[in-house]
Antibody, heavy 119, light 107 residues
Framework: QVQLVESGGGVVQPGRSLRLSCAASGFTLTTYGMHWVRQAPGKGLEWVAV????????YYADSVRGRFTISRDNSKNTLYLQMNSLTADDTALYYCAREKGAQTGIDSWGQGTLVTVSS | DIQLTQSPSSLSASVGDRVTIACRASQTISINLNWYQQKPGKAPKLLIY???NLQSGVPSRFSGSGSGTDFTLTISSLQPEDFATYYC?????????FGQGTSVEIK
């Protein structure tokens, strides 16, 4: 069955970097749009980034553009989020999730990995 | 970027009540509006996609309607397991955006 398993979260100091991973199974990453969505403690969902079928077609939220990079390794069927210049505002639970297209919704989500930015 | 505004932000209701949550987009998004349910400590779950299509396994008491800029999620008879936070999300364009959420609490 479809499974998304995030890893790589942890406690990091402001200004440092972290790379999140999302291992997919039960489907092929390249046939879906793959998203990162985050949720700060006690807050709502915030969309972060998407990588579409064509890896040249990526989009980012204004809050992370220029600092975060979404990518994937097709041979490992794994999604990544490289996060640089982290601030306290980036503290959140980060979910990876998949979407087939504009009229299907985000139909599968991982359980999330927690990123805490603190000195 | 397309902004989504949900109303109300929270509501209290009783088991058996009919509940309606609204979502308004800052520009037309055709029917590209989805609804999610999130319970504490859990990942969001897709309920409805493309305005009115029920995701597989979702009870028929959930329904969605609307088009353009105004959309609605309706729970026809609230059940104990429906107490959660609900989010709308547009898939008309990137960046994708979510509404701020509506918390449905027990009265």
């Amino acid at each position: 069955q479809v499974q998304l398993v995030e890893s790589g979260g942890g406690v990091v100091q402001p200004g440092r970097s972290l790379r999140l991973s999302c291992a997919a199974s039960g489907f092929t990453l390249t046939t879906y749009g793959m998203h990162w969505v985050r949720q700060a403690p006690g807050k709502g969902l915030e969309w972060v980034a998407v990588i579409w079928y064509d890896t040249n077609n990526n989009y980012y939220a204004d809050s992370v553009r220029g600092r975060f990079t979404i990518s994937r390794d097709n041979s490992k069927n794994t999604l990544y989020l490289q996060m640089n210049s982290l601030t306290a505002d980036d503290t959140a639970l980060y979910y990876c999730a998949r979407e087939k297209g504009a009229q299907t919704g985000i139909d599968s989500w991982g359980q999330g990995t927690l990123v805490t930015v603190s000195s | 970027d397309i902004q989504l505004t949900q109303s109300p932000s929270s509501l209290s209701a009783s088991v058996g009540d009919r509940v309606t949550i609204a979502c308004r987009a800052s520009q037309t998004i055709s029917i590209n509006l989805n609804w999610y349910q999130q319970k504490p400590g859990k990942a969001p779950k897709l309920l409805i996609y493309a305005t009115s299509n029920l995701q597989s396994g979702v009870p028929s008491r959930f329904s969605g309607s609307g088009s353009g800029t105004d959309f609605t999620l309706t729970i026809s008879s609230l059940q104990p397991e429906d107490f959660a936070t609900y989010y709308c999300q547009q898939s008309y364009s990137s960046p994708r955006t979510f509404g701020q959420g509506t918390s449905v609490e027990i009265k």
